[in-house]
């Protein structure tokens, strides 16, 4: 009698999927591919655009970026993700990173401003900063429009660079525009009066987006957001959670870690999953 053939069977690559492309999910992406995560990575972009960092990422070798097709459904039951457009992504990790959106329209001329929603924008922040220091050749005076954790955090940021800063809880109408062009220099208010000074910050509040994750039956917290653990998992098997759309210990996790830092530490877990999903299969 011939002997046995050998087994040629091979276990299938692991597949993470993201539903979300923003800073989040951009550093995930660019995490995994730094620790040469060997299964594929698909990301379901809400936008129909292509922007540059977007197009960096799928170019590497097995991401793929689906554009304009955001995550509407969650079956964790089947491990599998359903878009807008009806599309079916099936998933061995799936990644919610949905992000965060302001509580109330924007501010007529906000885009004139600087604004504060998560840890990352500090570094944008003093980067202008110096700009305008340097233009001004003195300390600038600063207004500062928010309440709450995050207008807590950029006036911190602010008095560490150097700003003195005048805050103000009462929503302005409009922002006016800076004389140098460097950013928007003062406020009015829906009575007609006004606040001036050098720079203006927003940091007004801002809700998870949490709708995909509630619909699959995550727990999500009170005020909003996906509740995590410490490491990143959120109470179904299998889906995780990163960026403003996460809460932990009832705080957005963009007011808590930058957003390389939870990308590189949710990395790490994922391939720890991955690679035990991958060991079960392969014994099974």
Known sequence: MSAPAPSTSISAAPRILIAGAGPAAQALVSQLERARFSGTI????????APEELLELAALPKVSVRFGQPASFIDPDNRRVTTADGMEFSYDQLVI????????SPVEGANRCLSYSTIDDASRIGEAVKEITRELGRRPLGILVGTGA???QAE?????????????????????????????SGIVFEDGSSMNGDLVVLAEERVPRDGLAASAGLRTAPN???????????????????????????VRLGLLVAAASAAGACATQLMTAASAGQQVQEAA
Do not use: E, K, Y
């Not at 698909?42 to 655009?49: F, G, P």
């Not at 995780?240 to 009832?250: K, Q, S, T, Y």
């Open 97 to 104: 990173a949905t992000g965060s959106a302001p509580v109330a």
């Open 156 to 184: 911190a940021v602010l008095r560490a660079r150097g700003v003195r800063p005048i805050r103000t809880t009462v929503r302005p109408a409009s922002v006016v525009a800076s004389i140098s062009g460097l950013a928007a």
């Open 150 to 152: 995050a207008a807590g």
């Open 42 to 49: 698909t990301l379901l972009s809400n936008r129909d655009d």
């Open 224 to 250: 909003g957001g996906i509740v995590i653990s410490q490491d990143f998992r959120t109470s179904v098997p299998g889906v995780w959670a990163i960026g403003d759309a996460a809460v932990f210990d009832g």
